[in-house]
């Protein structure tokens, strides 16, 4: 027969039942082919027969039907010899030539298909050569290829195939990376030789269940250079971390001896992986310490319920590139920035900082980011956002006795509390930090002794949560379910307009309030029902944007929340923008995005409020102890001419009145007061002014 040149080998993904497999080479016997089925040699006629159909190949039959997926290869695989040879003088008969010639070329085909799957060179390639070294050459010596692009060995020994390459790759240590088996013992171990030997440790893609350390680089013991830790990126290599950490995962220290060593070591690197914890366990990831220009690039940590970073005494490091989702615990940041050495709290602090826009954090409980004492010339440009099933009692972002921070176009939303705090807990008071042009939408305050803070240009305030209803005619109860503190804290309208809230029974006005203080809202009762399709809403009147509690020389203006706006209270100094106004116009304007904008002043003994409320003028006041005791006073270089107060209008000691009925033996007034009596009206019935005597009588009818 003819013999055509031809690849000696199929290869297929086997369907769901399916048993026979056609092979497309020529062969001479049954037995001269071999079968794989999923990397397992198959015996003939026990696990497969064969057809041969023709000189152009046949088909195989499995004994039992593959499975969907699985692989099966038909390949030549002849013995190469001869066993029969001519006779002198015998028959030299075609059938016995062509037959030898036959099987001869068919050899060639399978040593062609075979030589194409090894390591060869290119035609295009000169010839170099590419003949293994000796034994004794190459032994514990890893292969390369020289500048002519000959075979030739490394100069460096140990068990890193990827040396020459600057990378330790960790599946040269007996890592899987299956996320089944414990890789924890290969990690450490390829991460400890890369260290000493300044090279990269490399973890390629895939899932490596790591259950206690694997980095803990002391600059004084370990020496080397500092650690970088490269994955494939985050959405391919995966460290899982199973059980208990409170032992972080990842060390790095330097110098720890005492401060103002200049052994900080630089350029530690993570990049490109992602840390799994299992929401359950305390689960601590990166700690750092005593370090300068470090960095985080593609990493992300999730659902590790502990701290995923703390930082103490580091400089000049990029965050950027690090995303931490669902961290934190109870009573736990989940971003720690701190001093390392407690007597020296004044210098041993991280600084310069960078949190860039790419930073995100979601903290699963208690708060995302401490800033303590010292903390200074940081930088914060990212995002951080609650967990939507989380209470919260701990602003998002807790800046401790930090100075000359920066807070910059960042998006910070929080729950239940304020979003971000400047405070002096720590003892050091938090200075010169600027936060601006950044959506808050939790607000600020400043708690304690802060000092020359700029906080200008931001956007945010709680989102309302409005109740709206279309009433039906004669409705008068409109339930809320929002907590209200107090009765400020809610607003109610009635086809746009806002409605007046009944404080005297006496003198009912629009509306009657229950529930405040109740988490789960109350009820608005109309004094006159509706009428049908009447549009009602009531909604929160939110806290204000920026709390100043406390501080000195604090620059606030420009804000633009959805709150009601800045709130000052027992704050000393000055703590907004000293400037001057010239020229006849209007100098300053207090805008409120609702109907109910004030300004609040409060001394120990009450406060006292100048707003409006549905474009009237509003003055308020209220006493602390005894609310009988509040007025509104009216004074002319310091001497009271005119006084508001529960009695009436007075001028000195006389005054105008009002209640229902006669005065006379009921209204105590100085002669020359007026009463009007509200409960009638005509003439003799209305009007009374105080004619005569000093205690409640004197009082004639007019």
């Known amino acids: 027969m003819s013999v055509i040149g031809a690849t000696t080998r199929n290869d297929y993904v086997a369907t769901s039942g399916q048993n026979v497999f056609n092979y497309t080479f020529q062969t001479l016997l049954s037995s001269d082919l071999k079968v794989i089925k999923s990397g397992v040699v198959l015996s003939l006629n026990t696990d497969y027969t064969v057809a041969i159909v023709s000189n152009s190949g046949g088909f195989v039959t499995l ?34 030539v062509n037959g030898d010639f036959d099987k001869g070329y068919i050899a060639m085909n399978q040593l062609q298909t ?42 460096s020994t140990g068990s890193d195939t990827s040396d020459d390459l600057g990378l330790a790759n960790v599946m040269d240590y007996g890592a899987v990376g299956n996320g089944v088996a414990d890789d924890t013992l290969a990690a450490r171990n390829c991460i400890a030789y890369a260290v000493a030997n300044s090279l990269i440790a490399y973890f390629p893609p895939g899932d490596y269940k790591i259950t206690g350390n694997i980095l803990n680089y002391q600059k004084l ?36 001896t005492s401060y103002g060593n200049s052994s900080h070591p630089s350029g530690l690197l993570f990049q490109g992986f992602s840390v799994i914890g299992d929401y359950t366990n305390t689960q601590n990831i990166f700690d750092l310490a005593m370090l300068s ?17 703390r930082m103490r005494e580091c400089w000049e490091g990029d ?18 920035l701190d001093y390392y050495f407690s007597d020296r709290k004044a210098d041993s602090a991280c600084n310069n900082i960078n949190f860039g826009k790419d930073f995100q954090c979601e903290a699963s409980a208690w708060s995302a980011m401490y800033w303590g004492r010292n903390t200074r010339k940081c930088l914060f440009q990212g995002k951080i956002h609650p967990l939507l099933s989380s209470t919260y009692t701990v602003p998002a972002f807790v800046m401790d006795g930090s100075t000359n921070c920066t807070v910059i176009g960042a998006n910070i939303s929080w729950k239940n509390v304020k979003s971000l705090r400047l405070t002096n807990d720590s003892g050091y008071i938090p200075s010169e930090n600027i936060v601006t042009n950044s959506t808050i939408s939790g607000g600020v305050e400043l708690v ?47 086809n746009g307009a806002e409605l007046e809230l009944t404080t005297d029974p006496g003198d009912p006005k629009d509306y009657t309030l229950s529930g405040i203080g ?9 004094t006159v029902g509706a009428t049908t399709g009447d549009d009602v809403v009531v909604s929160p009147v939110e806290d204000e944007f920026i709390t100043i509690a406390g501080g000195t020389d604090n620059i606030v203006f420009g804000n633009n929340p959805s709150g009601a706006g800045v709130e000052v209270s027992a704050a000393s100094g000055f703590n907004f923008l000293p400037a001057k106004f010239y020229g006849r116009s209007t100098v300053g304007t207090f805008e409120s995005v609702d109907t109910n904008a004030r300004v609040e002043f409060k001394d120990p003994n009450g406060s006292s409020r100048v707003g409006t409320r549905s474009s009237k003028l509003v003055l308020e006041a209220a006493h602390t102890g005894d609310p009988s005791n509040a007025k509104v006073s009216f004074e002319i270089a310091g001497s009271e001419v005119a006084k508001i107060d529960n009695n009436g209008i007075f001028n000195g000691s006389c005054g105008w009145y009002c209640g229902s009925g006669s005065p006379e033996n009921i209204v105590t007034a100085a002669v020359g007061s007026i009463y009007t009596n509200k409960a009638q009206q005509g003439a003799g019935t209305t009007l009374y002014v105080k004619e005569s005597g000093t205690g409640n009588t004197g009082w004639v009818a007019k």
């Open 114 to 155: 075979d030589i194409k799957r090894s390591i060869g060179l290119d035609d295009a390639d000169p010839t170099v050569n590419m003949t293994l070294p000796l034994k004794s050459v190459r032994a514990n010596k890893y292969l390369k290829f020289n500048a002519l692009g000959a075979v030739a060995v490394s100069d």
């Open 221 to 256: 013991i370990d020496g080397g250079q500092s650690p970088k830790i490269v994955g494939a990126g985050r959405g391919l290599t995966k460290f899982t971390v199973v059980g208990t950490q409170t032992n972080y995962v990842f060390i790095a220290y330097g110098d720890t």
């Open 293 to 309: 220009y470090f960095g985080f690039d593609d990493v992300n940590t999730f659902q590790c319920k502990g701290a995923s970073l």
């Open 319 to 336: 965050l950027s590139g690090l995303r931490i989702v669902r961290s934190g615990d109870d009573s736990v940041y989940a971003v720690l």
């Open 518 to 526: 109740n988490a789960g809202g109350g009820n608005v009762t109309l």
């Open 63 to 96: 004994s039992t039907p593959a499975s969907s997926g699985d692989t099966v290869s038909i390949l030549l695989a002849m013995p190469i010899d001869r066993t029969t040879q001519y006779q002198n003088a015998g028959d030299f008969l075609a059938s016995d």
């Open 448 to 494: 304690g002794s802060c000092r020359r803070n700029t906080i200008v240009y931001n956007t945010g305030g709680i989102s309302k949560q409005q109740n709206a209803y279309i009433a039906t005619s004669g409705q008068t109860v409109f339930a809320y379910t929002f907590l209200a503190v107090n009765q400020k804290n809610v607003l109610v309208t009635k």
